[in-house]
């Protein structure tokens, strides 16, 4: 990992006596406390501030930015109120977040760049292309990278044809995330009974299911080559059949890395990236899934495990070369769930394999305020 002394003569300025003034541009994303975390952790050098569309955003209540500022919600009056924060507080950085925060600073990169320095971003197409599990899982098929088969439909065409699928399968939105509307069929009998009960309302897929567990990997790239990353296997999931895990194992898996850094090579891809894959029970194989192009929910274990992604991002941001990060076997818990492996372990004498280091409940205790407010507030 390359330290702020390290890199004082490479960025031409004294960084012990200059602050780096980070932009988060979509503070009102539910990813900008654990980048903002990310940030707090990689030293005292960096200077955070947040816009938003909420004013009453969870990470305005934080204690670790430096100024937090409401903007409007269209887009050209937005971006003005970005170059005008850009401009008074001296910003060097820009680092949007969530998917919608980075197709903004995509459409209007052209006109930002000449103030900020932009981590790598993956292009407007690109973006399109992996945001569509219909459109990803055409461009897997037609580079042969492992994926389940799967069907694109839409709500305007006749039920399709199920012949080429193997039960049980899988019907997703296709511009789905976290499990929504995910639902799952047995027979072909049954799925048509469900198109003859049902309407749905937006383009869809159907996928085979895949028996086996999810294993997946979290990257930031420059023009398809990895700069840093982890990988992760979902141990336990709080609710819901296909919602993210909420206790994860990071381990290293040559077979999932080998299938990723393929398919990126082909997208060319830039910026950050979640990718979800299947381990295949019954032919061994990794299968890719869908891609989240954005920061994710599992960060805080990725900063457990050793690999501080925001912060790497600033360092790409500036064209400042690092080797690619080691992380460690660790197992991790979100705080939902160290919580209730607290309970469980005081209440009942539960036995629990993950340690107060390994959750997020760290973070919570050293910045509660913004767990608090999400927990009830109502704006």
Same mark, same amino acid.
């Given at each position: ?5 390290? +890199? ?7 960084l ?5 003034? *980070? ?6 994303s539910i ?7 990310? +940030? ?24 670790? $930015?430096?100024?937090?500022? *409401? ?6 009056? !937005? ?25 903004f ?12 320095? @932009?981590?790598?971003?993956?292009d ?5 292309? *992996? ?30 044809d ?12 296709a ?6 509307g ?23 897929i ?7 567990y ?116 660790v ?9 209730r492996?607290?309970r469980?372990? @005081? ?26 407010? !999400?927990? $009830?507030?109502k704006?």
């Amino acid at each position: 990992m390359v330290s702020f002394s390290a +890199l004082k003569q490479e960025w031409g300025v004294d960084l012990e006596n200059r602050k780096i003034d *980070v932009l988060i541009p979509d503070g009102e994303s539910i990813f900008s406390l654990a980048v903002l975390h990310g +940030l707090s952790r990689a030293g005292e050098n960096f200077r955070v501030h947040i816009l938003s569309q909420n004013r009453c955003s969870p990470v305005r209540f934080s204690r670790y $930015f430096d100024s937090f500022t *409401v903007c409007p919600e269209a887009d050209e009056a !937005r971006l003005h109120c970005i170059l005008k924060v850009i401009r008074e507080k001296g910003v060097d950085i820009l680092l949007p977040v969530h998917e919608l925060g980075l197709k903004f600073v995509v459409k209007y990169k052209a006109r930002l760049e000449p103030f900020v320095c @932009i981590p790598p971003i993956a292009d407007a197409d690109s973006m399109a292309l *992996v945001s569509d599990k219909g459109r990803l899982a055409h461009f897997l098929e037609a580079h042969h990278l492992a994926t389940p088969t799967t069907l694109r439909c839409s709500p305007s065409h006749d039920v399709p044809d199920l012949v080429a699928l193997q039960f049980p399968v899988l019907i997703k939105p296709a511009q789905g995330a976290n499990g929504r509307g995910i639902k799952r069929f047995e027979t072909a009998a049954s799925l048509l009974e469900y198109f003859e009960a049902e309407t749905v309302g937006e383009d869809y897929i159907i996928q085979r299911y895949i028996d086996g567990y999810d294993i997946d990997c979290s990257v930031l790239c420059s023009e398809g080559e990895i700069l840093a990353y982890t990988i992760q296997k979902g141990l336990a999931v709080e609710s819901g059949d296909y919602k993210s895990p909420t206790k994860i194992e990071f381990l290293h898996d040559q077979a999932v890395y080998d299938l990723v850094c393929r398919m990126l090579r082909k997208l060319g891809w830039s910026g950050i990236a979640h990718i979800d894959l299947r381990y295949d029970a019954v032919s061994g194989k990794v299968n890719i899934i869908e891609i989240n192009p954005r920061y994710w929910g599992s960060l805080p274990g990725s900063l457990v495990a050793g690999v501080n992604f925001p912060h790497l991002a600033c360092l790409a941001a500036r064209d400042i070369s690092f080797s690619v990060p080691e992380y460690r076997h660790v197992k991790y818990a979100a705080a939902k769930t160290a919580l209730r492996l607290v309970r469980e372990k @005081i209440f009942k004498g539960a036995k629990t394999d993950i340690r107060l280091g390994e959750t997020d409940l760290p973070n919570m205790l050293k910045d509660p305020l913004p767990e608090i407010i !999400r927990l $009830f507030s109502k704006c």
